[in-house]
């Protein structure tokens, strides 16, 4: 029986805009960035702020040396919020009814300073933070791993104290699902445009 239920938080709770990141890069003077910009998960510097390695401090500085101009920290943010494109409000919704009916719902993203002061300031539109609807939530900068990592994972097991064939996990990342199918997670990897409550709504009813 499912107790638990883990989230990714872009392309699944928070639909994505890649066009629009690229293109604030891009305005940013940063000419590669269709190149260095992924929708799963970072490389180079980029990757390295989303583990840990680096604050969002450094990150700016090191973004200002490969546009060749002092950038500003609401400049990057500016930029990295170009991912987000909205959250719907029945998700939210979804969410809260999880809760309401004894779920445990894990926020387990992949993601960054920036965009995590964005959410913990105004998730949902109506100025609630990102914490008002999840009952715990990890996220690759605190803990220095960033999913596939099976040890991303892990360690969710293993904080929780919970078991993985009593936890489903939503994830828009083929790479991530087959991470986590291979503890004994049970998954669902919603496709692009595709309503993941449906499909959860539909596995706990099975």
Same mark, same amino acid.
């Given at each position: ?5 883990? &989230? ?6 928070? #639909? ?7 293109? #604030?890069?891009?305005?940013? *003077? ?5 190149? #260095? ?10 990757g390295d702020l989303e583990e840990g390695k ?15 101009? /002092?950038?500003? +920290?609401?400049?990057?943010? +500016?930029?990295?919020? *170009? ?7 029945? $998700? ?32 949902? *539109? ?11 939530? $990890? ?20 904080? !929780?104290?919970?078991?993985?064939? !009593? ?7 083929? #790479? ?19 309503d993941w409550t449906v499909m959860v709504?539909?596995? &706990? /009813?099975?």
């Amino acid at each position: 029986m499912i107790k638990n239920i883990l &989230l990714d938080l872009g392309g699944v709770i928070m #639909r994505i805009n890649d066009g629009e990141a690229t293109r #604030r890069f891009e305005k940013l *003077g940063l000419s590669d960035a269709g190149k #260095r910009l992924n929708s799963y998960v970072q490389s180079g510097f980029f990757g390295d702020l989303e583990e840990g390695k680096i604050t969002d401090e450094e990150f700016c500085k090191l973004l200002s040396v490969e546009v060749g101009r /002092k950038l500003t +920290w609401d400049e990057c943010q +500016w930029a990295w919020l *170009g991912y987000r494109k909205d959250v719907p409000q029945h $998700y939210l919704d979804f969410i809260s009814q999880l809760r309401l009916k004894g779920y445990r719902v894990i926020l387990a993203s992949n993601t960054n300073q920036f965009m995590q002061k964005w959410a913990e300031s105004d998730f949902d *539109g109506k100025g609630g933070s990102i914490a008002d609807y999840f009952d715990a939530m $990890y996220r690759s900068y605190e803990w220095g791993l960033m999913k596939p990592d099976k040890m991303f994972f892990r360690n969710i097991l293993m904080k !929780e104290v919970i078991r993985p064939e !009593e936890t489903l996990f939503v994830d828009d990342s083929p #790479r991530n699902i087959t991470a986590a199918s291979d503890l004994g997670i049970l998954s669902l990897c919603p496709q692009k445009k595709e309503d993941w409550t449906v499909m959860v709504r539909k596995f &706990l /009813k099975r």
